[in-house]
């Protein structure tokens, strides 16, 4: 009777570490990582199937020039056009255009997560952001461009981007979602990180 009973307070022991292990494992259980916007929606959509959309001379929708990427075109149609067609529809314009099954995966995933800004990018921030040397080139390679500023859209200089700092605040913490004056724009973690560091510093030249 006594070796059933330590036999018993033994299992019991066992079954108590192991479930206790199996709980604090979870912790190193990594999430499935989210479908990129920019690095795997983007190239899809801009050079695969909808590459009529990517000439700017068309007179269909248009998903990007070569300066500039029309983000909110891509990602406001994520349900009601890329969504069916991934899933058993078709091309919504017609004729015999469609993505391969990869890509079909891709943008079913992206449609399913529900992030259509995410980046999958970022970079290491500088301890000191001025304008002159931190913001002035991103501007330049982000912000520029036919479609952007400089072009149809006013030039930016450091009093404006100073002015509004509202909007800025509002653009930077939704990813440029929310209070970029022309819409929705897609933000890199690096561009947001950027710029929040050289709004918290005070915005220094």
């Known amino acids: ?48 199937a909808c590459g009529c959309h990517n000439n700017c001379t068309t007179g269909q929708v248009r998903f990007s020039c070569k300066d500039t990427i029309y983000y909110d075109a891509i990602s406001s149609r994520a349900l009601s056009h890329f969504g069916p067609w991934v899933n058993g529809g078709s091309h919504p314009g017609g ?20 992030q259509p800004f995410d980046d999958g990018a970022g970079c290491t921030v500088p301890t000191v952001v001025t304008y002159t040397k931190d913001i002035v080139p991103i501007y330049n390679t982000t912000c520029k461009g036919g479609a952007c500023h400089g072009g149809i859209a006013p030039v930016l200089d450091y009093n404006k981007l100073v002015s509004n700092q509202d909007k800025l605040i509002a653009m930077m913490n939704s990813g440029g979602a929310t209070g970029h004056p022309g819409g929705p724009i897609s933000l ?18």
């Open 1 to 48: 009777m006594k070796k059933r009973l330590i036999i018993a307070a033994m299992a019991c022991s066992m079954m108590f570490y192991l479930l206790s292990s199996c709980y604090k494992n979870k912790v190193d259980i990594q999430q499935i990582p989210r479908v990129s916007f920019r690095a795997e929606v983007i190239p899809i959509v801009t050079a695969g």
């Open 188 to 205: 890199s973690t690096c561009v947001t990180n950027t710029f929040i560091a050289w709004i918290n510093q005070g915005m220094p030249k």
């Open 95 to 114: 004729g015999n255009i469609d993505f391969n099954p990869n890509e079909k995966a891709i943008i079913r995933e992206w449609v399913a997560q529900g």
